[in-house]
């Protein structure tokens, strides 16, 4: 069974500064694409960042400039720097990972439990 934990999330002022991290466990072949969602209360569930196998990076516009998704593929973990926070980033953050538990498998789609980020006025 896979497993993605994250951790780092809490509460932080106006213009700081938070990373988050979210490492993957159990039988893993190979991961394709690792991400970050969040959803604030009352509000879908939307894309923050996502980084494929090859490195290839992609921000929805309300982060970009401000955030920044990274892996270490030896350790199965995605970050994400997020910097110049502003109210309107608090949310729950969810990540994500599309897997191959074997070779032979279609990919699937593990998510976190979520971390909860508030950013203060």
């Known amino acids: 069974q896979v497993q993605l934990v994250e951790s780092g999330g809490g509460l932080v002022q106006a213009g700081g500064s938070l990373r988050l991290s979210c490492g993957a466990s159990?039988?893993?072949?190979?991961?394709?694409?690792m991400g970050w969602y969040r959803q604030a209360p009352g509000k879908q569930r939307e894309l923050v960042a996502v980084i494929t196998s090859g490195g290839s990076t992609n921000y929805s516009d309300s982060v970009k400039g401000r955030f920044t998704i990274s892996r270490d593929y030896a350790k199965n973990t995605v970050y994400l720097q997020m910097n110049s926070l502003k109210p309107e980033d608090t949310a729950v953050y969810y990540c994500?990972?599309?897997?191959?538990?074997?070779?032979?498998?279609?990919?699937?789609?593990?998510w976190g439990q979520g971390t909860q980020v508030t950013v203060s006025s």
């Open positions: 994500n990972a599309d897997l191959k538990e074997d070779w032979g498998e279609r990919p699937t789609r593990y």
């Open positions: 159990g039988r893993i072949f190979i991961i394709n694409v």
